[in-house]
């Protein structure tokens, strides 16, 4: 599994906002322009295709406007990539409260 895109892709705060946005539903190019003051339709268009190229959002055309989509796949790839992670901070976590419950008796 190639996670490199999608990490590189939720890298930039933006594209994680925008991320965020798409769970919530489906939004044109300008209703994600708009929930961003200080950053130009131009640039949230740059962040949408980096999204795109890493497969985390998909656009499609209705008439004149383009809708994008939140695809969770990749993150569930993302999530399963990590989950040895977890386990292993699960692991020190619960040796340290094993550790500090020892010394308080």
Do not use: C
Request: avoid cysteine; aromatic fraction near 6%; hydrophobic fraction near 40%.
């Amino acid at each position: 599994m190639n996670t490199e895109p999608i990490f590189a892709a939720l890298s930039h705060p933006v594209r994680r906002q925008v991320v965020t946005l798409l769970l919530q539903g489906d939004r044109t190019a300008g209703a994600i322009a708009q929930a961003f003051s200080g950053i130009g339709r131009s640039a949230v268009s740059e962040h949408l295709g980096v999204l795109r190229q890493a497969d985390l959002v998909r656009e499609t055309k209705s008439g004149r406007e383009r809708i994008y989509t939140l695809n969770a796949e990749p993150l569930a790839e993302l999530r399963d990539w990590l989950a040895p992670y977890e386990d292993y901070w699960r692991s020190r976590m619960a040796s340290l409260a094993k550790q500090l419950e020892e010394e308080n008796k």
